[in-house]
C-alpha cells in the first residue's frame, strides 16, 4: 500500500473576527497601536537593563530573554492577523500556516520556561540568600537561555514535521485569526492520534511540568516570608517577586481557561487573543510599574538621553553659528576689497 505525503490543500482561510464586522477598522487601528507599543517595551526593557550596570544580575537577565520571548510572539500573530481583519479573512499558504504554528509554538514554550527559572531565582534569593550568588551566576544563566533555546526549537520542529506529514484533503477554513494546532487537527483526514499523542507531552513537558515547578517554589517562598518577624520586611521581600508572579498568573491563567472550556469557540478566540497580544504587552508595564530598580534606571536613560540629544544640539547650534560668522567675515572681506 501506498502512502502519499502530500496535501492536496494548498492553503488555509483565516476568517479572524467576524463578530465585529460593524467596528472592523477601529478594532485594526486598535491592535496596531498595541502591537507598536509592545514591541516598543519590551524593546526598552532590553535596553534599560542592557546600558545600566545596576540590573546586571540574574533575575533582569531572564526579563530580556523574555521581553525578547514576548516580541517573538506577538511578532508572530499580529501582523498576519491584522492582514487578516483589513481583508475581512485572508488566505495564508499551507507552509506559511505551519511556519506561523512552528514560531508560535516555539515562543509560547519559551516563556512557560523562562517564567519557570525566574521563578527559581526568586526562590534561591528568597529561601536561600547566602548560596544565591555560587548557584544563580552568569555561567548559569547563559546555559540555562541556550539550553531553553534549542530543546524547545528542536522540540517544536519535531512537532511541526509530523503536522506536515499530515494530509488536508479540505475544507481548508479555519474560524480563527491564527494557525493554532487544534483547528488544524480538525482539518486533517490523516489518523491525527500521533500528533494528538506528541501535542499532549509537549504540554506536559512545557507548560505543566514548569507550573508545577512555580508552583512549588512559591510556596516554599511564600512560607519563607512568613517566617519573617517585621512586616516592612515581609512586604519589601514580597515585592521583588510581585511582578513575576503576577505575569505568571495572566499567562497561565489564560491557558487554562482556554483548555478548561474547548468547545467555547468566541471565548477561545477571546483568552488566545489576550495570551498573545494582551500579555505581552502587560509584562513590560507591569515589571516597570511595580520594580524599583527599572523605574530609577529608566529614568537615568530618559535623563542621559535628553542629555546626549540637548548636547548634540549645542554642537550642531554652535557649528552653524561659527559658519555663519565666517561667512560675515568673509562678505566683509569682499565688501572692503572691492571699495579698495
Known amino acids: 500500500m501506498q502512502h502519499h505525503n502530500f496535501s492536496k490543500v494548498t492553503e488555509f482561510l483565516l476568517l479572524g473576527f467576524q463578530n465585529l464586522q460593524n467596528c472592523n477598522l477601529l478594532f485594526f487601528f486598535f491592535l496596531l497601536v498595541i502591537y507598536c507599543v509592545t514591541v516598543c517595551g519590551n524593546l526598552l526593557i532590553i535596553l534599560v537593563v542592557s546600558t545600566s550596570r545596576s540590573l546586571h544580575s540574574p533575575m533582569y537577565f531572564f526579563l530580556t530573554q523574555l521581553s525578547l520571548s514576548d516580541i517573538l510572539l506577538t511578532t508572530t500573530i499580529v501582523p498576519n492577523m491584522l492582514r487578516v481583519m483589513l481583508n475581512d479573512g485572508s488566505s495564508v499558504s499551507f507552509i506559511g500556516c505551519l511556519t506561523q504554528f512552528y514560531f508560535f509554538s516555539a515562543s509560547d514554550a519559551l516563556e512557560c520556561l523562562l517564567l519557570t527559572v525566574m521563578s527559581y531565582d526568586r526562590y534561591q534569593a528568597i529561601c536561600h540568600p547566602l ?78 511540568f514548569p507550573l508545577t515547578i512555580i508552583i512549588v517554589s512559591y510556596v516554599y517562598i511564600i512560607f519563607t516570608i512568613l517566617k519573617i518577624p517585621s512586616v516592612t520586611g515581609r512586604q519589601k521581600t514580597f515585592s521583588t517577586c510581585s511582578a513575576h508572579l503576577t505575569v505568571v498568573s495572566l499567562f497561565y491563567g489564560s491557558l487554562i481557561i482556554i483548555y478548561a472550556f474547548p468547545r467555547q469557540q468566541n471565548a477561545k478566540t477571546l483568552l488566545s487573543l489576550f495570551y498573545t497580544v494582551v500579555t505581552p504587552l502587560l509584562n513590560p508595564i507591569i515589571y516597570s510599574l511595580s520594580n524599583r530598580d527599572i523605574k530609577q534606571a529608566l529614568k537615568k536613560l530618559v535623563i542621559n538621553i535628553s542629555q546626549s540629544i540637548f548636547s548634540n544640539y549645542q554642537s550642531v547650534y554652535l557649528s552653524y553659528k561659527t559658519i555663519e560668522a565666517k561667512l560675515r567675515l568673509n562678505k566683509n572681506l569682499h565688501l572692503i576689497y572691492r571699495k579698495k
Open 131 to 208: 548560596r544565591y550568588t555560587s548557584v544563580i551566576n552568569l555561567t548559569f544563566c547563559l546555559r540555562v537561555v541556550l539550553f531553553f533555546w534549542l530543546i524547545v526549537l528542536g522540540t517544536v520542529l519535531m512537532i511541526f514535521l509530523t503536522l506536515s506529514s499530515l494530509d488536508f484533503c479540505g475544507p481548508n477554513i479555519i474560524d480563527h485569526f491564527f494557525c493554532d494546532l487544534e483547528p488544524l487537527l480538525e482539518l486533517s483526514c490523516s489518523d491525527t492520534l500521533i500528533m494528538k499523542m506528541e501535542s499532549l507531552a509537549l504540554a506536559i513537558l512545557f507548560a505543566i
